[in-house]
């Protein structure tokens, strides 16, 4: 029954299911005081258990600090694994309820768990244990010592080497390996532990790097993780049980991929889970009133959404955060929407006609509803005004997809911010009860939004001062009114889902808004919230995006000398100064891995006084370096592809091209440059395939990777891939270049199969090959040839072989045409030769088609008066040489085509 204990620990769900099941009274008992937010009374009955705390011997030391409690823990816990779960639990939410959700625990945690006077030095220790790749923790954090003990717990219970360099004793970094069959439950619910244990390590860095994001990606990179739990529950578990089990899988699955900076493999797992959970929503237009004062409404988005699942109920209630109000003489606190459909049909169809799909697109991450009858049936009859409330899991999913929205997005772009927009108001503006995390975190988004605005700022901004100080955590001073009813009201719902959104520390709540007190050129007010935090590198960076670079250095120098194992801000002041030095010593004290990019890109692009010279060996070596610390980063990798194709090491080229389609499946670029390294090395055929997969996700029509994958075709003699590429040319380049879009030597090579076939009048008989090049020779070449004979001269042959003469016929006239009215023709005795020519090619074909028969049956010929039409060309023609060109070998041809008629 200890797996169905840690299910509900899992899922926070309400322990008091459990009771009918035979489960242990101490772990029930435990299991109890966590859900309930009592976690610190779990750490201290099982240290009062064990009568003993850790002895740090040396606490001034990183390397004696981690190893005594290393084998405390080893001493007292591991041989219970039940227990150790447990405590490991409870650590966590310690260390989350007293840095992301408040209100702070009323334990000192620490002395509970350390026999110690030196307090200061052993969490200057710990601080030093939780800095990866140089990267150092923030140190202002409240219990360090919760989240250390806790992952080392769970690297000890799960049987795995510790991410911890000063315990990992030269073992390499193993990647976990879950089964869905012979894992048990117990040890899958530690391994689940583990990756959001590691999430929230990661959240207390500046950015992720080194072993910690592989290991949370691998941990939740199966579903197996989820059936080996599933598979030893009691048989009478419901399945709604299991199905929220297997709901938050995918939603932590998206936010561990947010967090690593992997955010494009999130499509495929948010479509498993909107289909899980049954939750049908849609992206789509309705007209609305945004201000007090409009009589009818403008077009804006709106999400339409309905849950097919319903929250368990909360024993607590929970106390919202207060939604600040706009008051604003001229905004509507929220737009007002008239009903879907409402506007007139005749407007409808004209939108109708601009779309060939069906209206509805769902491949995207957010479905859209182009017209009024592609909305989804149960959403149709929904009031835009007073929707549904939603599950809490669905609105994780709409909060999540915001997030993956804004990273894979452009910044400020105006129709993103309207559907961000669109997804926030959805969960701020619906009626009903609301789980305290979800509502200030969607509160939270809609202030970064109206931040942007010049109507809404105000309302943002003061939303976000009011979110940070609600969290009741370390704020001196309070700028709006709170209750004290408010701030010391029960964690529970606070805690319930944090584990399904990206963890937001308090601090990184401070410095978003002295982010945005900088955007706004209110650089004052960041730099004393800064300071306040002790962000000394965010600080100096404050300063050096105004240009104000001396104090920017100045912060770091102090920083360094204060924290010399600082390599991060030894990185920084590199880049300020541009000091190659200061790169190398980052990396050797913390192998600092921007430190090594930033090395990359000096050597590629040496500064004009540096006095060196582009040096690509270098330039990979330190890229290489940098991947060999955090092989995750999609950024350093097609870089490094780059500067390899540019300088001809097309192995290289394509083993880093390979990992940046590993990572991003559909980055069109990385898949074309991919295939330029198999051309290289000859190996077509893949770089066909590659090509194939480029086109595929070019959804910005890049007409480069189109002409490669033209040229590639043709060397494979791929003609149906050749066509389609030269039609897709056509289309991208036709209103920049015209006729200059068209290929020639390409398109008389696909005439020339065409013709060899052949020709059935009935299209069914004709094959995909006919059918397009017929399309595309026959009707797309004549909507851009200008001024190319030779290109009409194509289409006169194709439609001769299509059995219309006087189709060819008007296509040879159009040939001439084209080429003499070249204004060089009189002065340029080539063009002159060349016009001769199409002159007597048109004689030819008057003389052969003029009497062919023609397009109304037997009645009718192509061209009656063909000798008429032929005896003026080559008059006219006359007339413009005369004078210039009647010595010439031309005008003796076109006299003896004159005496031949």
Request: glycine share 4%.
């Amino acid at each position: 029954m200890d797996v169905l204990l840690h299910a509900h620990l899992l899922l926070a769900s309400n322990v008091e299911a459990l009771e009918g099941f035979n489960v242990s009274e101490p772990g029930l008992n435990y299991a109890r005081n966590i859900l309930s937010g009592d976690s610190y009374l779990v750490v201290e009955n099982l240290f009062e258990q064990t009568g003993k705390k850790i002895e740090v011997e040396n606490p001034s030391s990183e390397d004696s600090t981690l190893h005594a409690i290393s084998q405390f823990i080893s001493e007292n816990f591991q041989s219970n694994f039940s227990a150790s779960l447990l405590l490991a639990i409870a650590l966590l939410q310690c260390f989350i309820q007293n840095n992301f959700t408040g209100p702070s625990t009323p334990t000192d945690l620490f002395n509970i768990m350390f026999q110690t006077s030196e307090r200061e030095l052993v969490n200057e220790a710990l601080l030093q244990s939780l800095a990866v790749s140089g990267q150092p923790a923030y140190e202002l954090m409240d219990n360090p010592e919760c989240i250390v003990l806790a992952l080392i717990l769970l690297e000890k219970i799960t049987n795995q080497p510790s991410l911890f360099d000063v315990l990992r004793n030269g073992e390499e970094v193993a990647i976990p390996e879950i089964s869905g069959t012979e894992t048990s439950g117990l040890l899958s619910s530690a391994h689940w532990w583990r990756q959001r244990a590691i999430s929230l390590h990661l959240s207390l860095l500046p950015e992720p790097s080194g072993h910690q994001p592989i290991v949370a990606s691998a941990i939740m990179s199966s579903i197996d993780i989820c059936h080996s739990i599933t598979k030893d529950l009691p048989a009478d578990v419901t399945d709604a049980f299991k199905k929220n089990l297997y709901t938050i899988y995918y939603l932590e699955n998206v936010k561990v991929s947010l967090a690593i900076n992997t955010e494009h493999l999130c499509l495929s797992i948010f479509n498993k889970s909107e289909k899980l959970t049954d939750f049908q929503f849609v992206l789509t237009g309705a007209r609305a009133k945004r201000t007090k004062f409009q009589q009818t409404g403008h077009a804006g988005l709106i999400i339409l959404a309905q849950s097919n699942t319903h929250d368990e109920k909360d024993a607590v209630s929970s106390i919202t955060p207060e939604s600040f109000e706009l008051n604003s003489e001229l905004l509507l606190e929220r737009p007002h929407f008239d009903s879907i459909g409402s506007e007139p049909l005749d407007e409808q169809i004209v939108k109708k006609q601009k779309f060939e799909n069906n209206g509805l697109e769902d491949e995207r991450l957010l479905p859209l509803a182009i017209r009024q009858e592609s909305i989804p049936e149960v959403l149709k009859s929904l009031d835009p005004n007073d929707q549904p409330l939603l599950s809490n899991y669905d609105s994780i999913q709409l909060l999540l997809r915001l997030y993956t929205i804004r990273q894979t997005s452009p910044a400020k772009d105006p129709l993103v911010e309207e559907e961000l927009s669109a997804l926030i108001s959805r969960i701020v503006y619906q009626d009903g009860p609301k789980n305290w995390t979800i509502f200030s975190r969607s509160l939270w988004e809609r202030s970064i939004l109206e931040t942007n605005k010049a109507k809404t700022i105000e309302r943002g901004l003061l939303q976000m001062q009011s979110l940070v100080e609600e969290l009741g955590l370390k704020i001196q001073t309070r700028l709006v009114p709170q209750n004290e009813d408010d701030i010391s009201q029960s964690p529970v719902p606070r805690l319930k889902y944090i584990h399904q959104l990206p963890f937001i520390p308090r601090w990184n709540l401070d410095s978003q808004l002295a982010e945005k007190y900088m955007s706004l050129g209110l650089l004052r007010s960041a730099v004393e919230i800064y300071d306040r935090l002790h962000m000394c590198c965010e600080s100096a960076l404050c300063y050096a995006a105004v240009g104000d670079e001396k104090n920017a250095e100045e912060i770091l120098v102090a920083r360094i000398e204060e924290n010399p194992k600082d390599a991060r801000a030894y990185s920084i002041l590199g880049n300020i100064r541009q000091d190659p030095s200061l790169w190398e010593k980052s990396w050797e004290i913390g192998k600092y891995v921007n430190a090594k990019n930033s090395l990359g890109r000096y050597y590629y692009n040496p500064p004009a006084n540096s006095g060196i010279t582009r040096d690509y060996s270098v330039a990979l070596k330190h890229l290489n370096d940098s991947l060999r610390q955090y092989p995750l980063s999609f950024e350093t990798w097609y870089f490094y592809g780059c500067v390899a194709l540019e300088c001809g090491k097309m192995e290289v080229a394509s083993e880093a091209f390979s990992r940046c389609v590993s990572l991003d499946e559909s980055h069109p670029m990385s898949w074309s440059n991919l295939s330029a390294a198999y051309v290289e090395l000859g190996k077509l055929k893949e770089a066909h395939s590659c090509l194939k997969r480029a086109v595929a996700s070019d959804s910005q029509k890049n007409w480069r990777i189109w002409e490669n994958y033209m040229l590639v075709s043709v060397k494979l003699d791929e003609w149906d891939d050749v066509l389609l590429a030269c039609k897709q040319l056509v289309h991208i380049k036709r209103d920049k270049v015209g006729e200059g879009s068209i290929d020639l030597p390409i398109v008389e090579k696909l005439v020339e199969l065409l013709v060899s076939t052949d020709y059935r009048e009935d299209t069914k008989q004709q094959n995909h090959f006919q059918r397009t090049c017929i399309e595309f020779v026959c009707v797309t070449l004549p909507s851009v040839i200008t001024t190319s004979a030779r290109l009409w001269s194509l289409v006169a042959r194709v439609e001769l072989w299509r059995r219309k003469p006087w189709s060819s016929l008007e296509s040879h006239e159009r040939s001439f045409r084209a080429i003499s009215h070249n204004p060089d023709l009189e002065i340029d005795e080539k063009i002159w030769n060349e016009t001769v020519e199409a002159c007597e090619d048109l004689i030819a074909a008057y003389e052969s088609l003029g009497e062919m028969e023609g397009r109304h049956g037997e009645s009718s010929l192509v061209c009656r008066d063909w000798k008429y039409k032929a005896r003026s060309t080559i008059k006219s023609l006359m007339s413009r040489g005369k004078g210039r060109w009647e010595d010439s070998d031309g005008w003796e041809r076109l006299m003896e085509a004159r005496r031949q008629l």
